[in-house]
C-alpha cells in the first residue's frame, strides 16, 4: 500500500484535517498534565465512518440507549497519528463512562486512506478487539454530500467536475469502501464489524437500529421517539448560516465551543441542529453531476462495490 506522504495531498481534505487538528489544541497544549481525577475507562465500540454517511444520526441514536455511552464530544480521531494519537491513552480515556456496557466514539477518519495509516494496527493495540461499525451510502450520492460540506464550510474552491475528476483525491477515496474497510477485517475479522447503509438507516430505521443493538449484544428492542430525528441532513448545509458558524467557531475565543458542542445535553443540541441544519426542510439539492462523469465514477466504483458485496455477503444497488 502507498505511503501517505507519497500520495498528492487533497486541498479540501487538508483543509479538513486542518479543522480537525484545530479542534483539540487545547488539550495537546495542556497533555502533561495527565486526566487528573477523573476516572478513565476505554472504549469497547467505535464508528469508523464512512464521512457524510450518516454517523452523526447513528452516534445519536445509540447513545439513547440505556446501556450505551457515546462520547461527547464525538469525533475523537484518537487513532490517527497526526491528529490526537499523541495525546496518549490516558487522555482518550476520559471521554468514557466506565460503568457503562457499552462504551463508542464515531470519527470518520479512521476511514481516510491513504491520507491516514496504520489507523487499524494501532486500535488493536489500545483495544485489543472492539466491535466496529462502518456507514456506507451511495458512493456518487456520498460525494456529493462530501463536497456541498466542504464548499458550505469554505474548504473547497474547484468546481465539482475538477473536484470529481481526481481518481487520487478524497472524494474518490472515501467512497471506495471496501478498500477503506479492508484493513479492519484483516486486523480484526469479519464477526468484529458490522456495515450499515444510510439507505436502510433512512428508510428502515427500526430493523436496522435492533441489528445494530443485537450486534452489540444489548437488548435489540430498544426504541425511542428520538429515532425520528436526523442529523446534519438539512438544507442549510449550503447555505449561509452553515457558513458562517462553521467559519465562526474556528476563531480562536470560540474553538472551545466547537469542540464541546457534544457535550451539551441533547435538548439543547437539536435546538442549535434545527437553526443550522434545519433538517425539518429535507436534504439540500444536489447539483448535477455530468453524464459523461457519472458514468466514468460508476465504472470506477464497480469493481469496489463488487468487493464489498464479496465481504459483507450482501448487494447494493447504487450501481444497478
Not at 494519537?85 to 464515531?106: I, K, N, Q
Not at 474547484?158 to 474518490?172: C, H, I, K, N
Not at 430493523?207 to 438539512?234: K, Y
Request: hydrophobic content about 35%.
Amino acid at each position: 500500500m502507498a505511503q501517505a506522504d507519497a500520495v498528492p495531498r487533497d486541498p479540501a481534505d487538508e483543509a479538513m484535517v486542518s479543522r480537525a487538528h484545530e479542534r483539540f489544541a487545547a488539550e495537546r497544549r495542556h497533555a502533561q498534565r495527565g486526566p487528573g481525577r477523573r476516572r478513565t475507562a476505554l472504549p469497547n465500540l467505535l464508528i469508523i465512518g464512512g464521512l457524510k454517511c450518516g454517523t452523526t444520526s447513528l452516534h445519536h441514536y445509540l447513545n439513547l440507549h440505556p446501556e450505551i455511552e457515546m462520547s461527547r464530544p464525538k469525533e475523537l480521531n484518537f487513532f490517527v497519528a497526526e491528529l490526537n494519537w499523541p495525546l496518549g491513552a490516558d487522555w482518550y480515556g476520559t471521554h468514557f463512562e466506565p460503568d457503562a456496557r457499552v462504551r463508542g466514539e464515531s470519527s470518520p477518519h479512521y476511514t481516510n486512506l491513504p491520507r491516514f495509516e496504520g489507523v487499524a494496527q494501532r486500535i488493536q493495540s489500545v483495544l485489543d478487539a472492539p466491535r466496529l461499525i462502518y456507514v456506507v451510502r451511495d458512493p456518487i450520492d456520498r460525494m456529493l454530500s462530501h463536497y456541498l460540506h466542504n464548499v458550505g464550510g469554505g474548504y473547497e474552491e474547484r468546481q465539482l467536475t475538477e473536484a470529481f475528476a481526481d481518481p487520487q483525491g478524497s472524494y474518490v477515496a472515501r467512497s471506495r469502501y471496501a478498500y477503506q474497510l479492508e484493513p479492519y477485517l484483516e486486523t480484526f475479522g469479519a464477526d468484529r464489524v458490522e456495515v450499515v447503509s444510510r439507505e436502510e438507516l433512512k428508510q428502515e430505521r427500526p430493523a436496522t437500529m435492533r441489528r445494530v443493538f443485537s450486534f452489540l449484544e444489548v437488548d435489540p428492542e430498544f426504541t425511542s421517539e428520538q429515532f425520528e430525528r436526523e442529523w446534519e441532513t438539512g438544507t442549510a448545509k449550503g447555505g449561509s448560516r452553515f457558513r458562517i458558524m462553521d467559519q465562526a467557531v474556528r476563531l480562536p475565543g470560540l474553538r472551545a465551543l466547537d469542540r464541546n458542542f457534544d457535550r451539551l445535553p441533547e435538548s439543547l443540541r437539536w435546538l442549535v441542529e434545527r437553526i443550522i441544519h434545519d433538517p425539518r426542510a429535507g436534504e439540500v439539492a444536489k447539483p448535477e453531476v455530468p453524464t459523461d462523469l457519472r458514468d466514468w465514477l460508476r465504472g470506477l466504483f464497480r469493481e469496489d462495490t463488487e468487493r464489498l458485496e464479496e465481504l459483507t455477503g450482501r448487494h447494493f444497488d447504487w450501481l444497478d
